[in-house]
């Protein structure tokens, strides 16, 4: 999506590892999954904002955390390896792509005993309750999925019934003029470009189809790597519906923006307003009673 990764520069090296020659990347050899994670997700630095934001707000630690829309659950993956009590259910309807979590990430990030505190459920997260969790993540907008009011009401009440007491509901959220025009982003990403395309929106039922594309060094394109069909949620609507389900002190992390370049830098704090933003994004926040 529009987040741009935030990895921080790989150590210096005197000497390059030999290393075997790796073919280069074409549409043909890629993995759309693995294009995905590293043009999109980072799910190591997310892993360690959201247990540090927890800790820091409730005054406990993040054990149980909860992946709405888990996908390839490797956000699950990084939180069960930061510390040995930490634990991970991840929620994803989609077989494959959960399968492809299981073979890659799972196999590759986690040891035996830390696989054991990882649960992958291939269920509609409207239907899950349990195990409860400290902390349920709906990120990367994957809610949008819903299309009614009355739909994502049933979204965020389940969260809410999922929760322990104390826990918290993280949803991101984004906005802004930018994202109702037709615009194609493009960023490098070593050997090979990743493309946001926003090609539809509709101001009636604020409907919006998003499509993400990748681009290779000899020139072949995998087209519909992955296409949205999404409503387009409001923070308004967001903070309402948290409040109806009974969530207490709801609100809003905005994204700040790095003078230099423009665009969001990373650092998410508490605000009453937002600003008047071509394109944002946040994070809507809310603790169960
Ligand atoms: C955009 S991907 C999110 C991947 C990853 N979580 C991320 O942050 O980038 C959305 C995922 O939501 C899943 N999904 C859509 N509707 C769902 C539902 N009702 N219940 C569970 N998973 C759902 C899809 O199968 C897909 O893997």
């Not at 930061?82 to 890659?104: Q, S």
């Not at 470009?193 to 072949?220: K, M, V």
């Not at 948290?242 to 998410?268: I, Q």
């Amino acid at each position: 999506m529009t987040k741009r990764r935030r990895r921080p520069p790989a150590p210096k090296r005197t000497k390059k590892p030999k290393q075997p020659k790796k073919p280069p990347l074409t549409a043909r050899t890629a993995d759309r999954h693995v294009l995905y994670q590293r043009a999109v997700q980072s799910p190591e630095v997310d892993a360690a904002f959201y247990a540090r934001f927890f800790q820091r707000t409730t005054g406990r630690p993040l054990r149980v955390m909860r992946e709405d829309f888990c996908g390839t659950a490797v956000l699950s993956c990084h939180h069960v390896r930061r510390h040995r009590e930490n634990r991970a259910i991840g929620v994803d309807l989609h077989w494959p792509t959960l399968a492809w979590g299981r073979i890659h990430n799972v196999k590759d990030l986690l040891d035996e005993e830390q696989r054991k505190r990882l649960l992958l459920l291939q269920e509609n997260v409207l239907d899950v309750r349990s195990p409860k969790a400290d902390a349920i993540l709906a990120l990367n907008f994957s809610y949008s999925v819903f299309k009614t009011r009355r739909d994502l009401a049933a979204y965020v009440q389940n969260a809410h019934r999922s929760l322990k007491p104390g826990g918290v509901l993280f949803m991101d959220a984004w906005g802004g003029p930018d994202v109702q025009k037709h615009v194609v982003d493009r960023a490098r990403h070593g050997d090979f470009t990743y493309l946001w395309e926003q090609r539809r929106y509709d101001p009636i039922s604020h409907e919006i189809e998003c499509a993400i594309h990748f681009e290779f060094r000899d020139g072949t394109k995998m087209r519909d790597a992955f296409v949205y069909e999404w409503r387009l949620w409001t923070l308004a609507e967001l903070r309402e519906l948290y409040e109806e389900a009974g969530f207490r002190d709801v609100h809003v992390l905005w994204e700040g923006t790095d003078s230099k370049t423009g665009r969001g830098n990373g650092v998410f704090r508490r605000k009453e307003r937002g600003d008047m933003d071509e394109a944002w994004i946040a994070i809507v926040v809310g603790t169960k009673e």
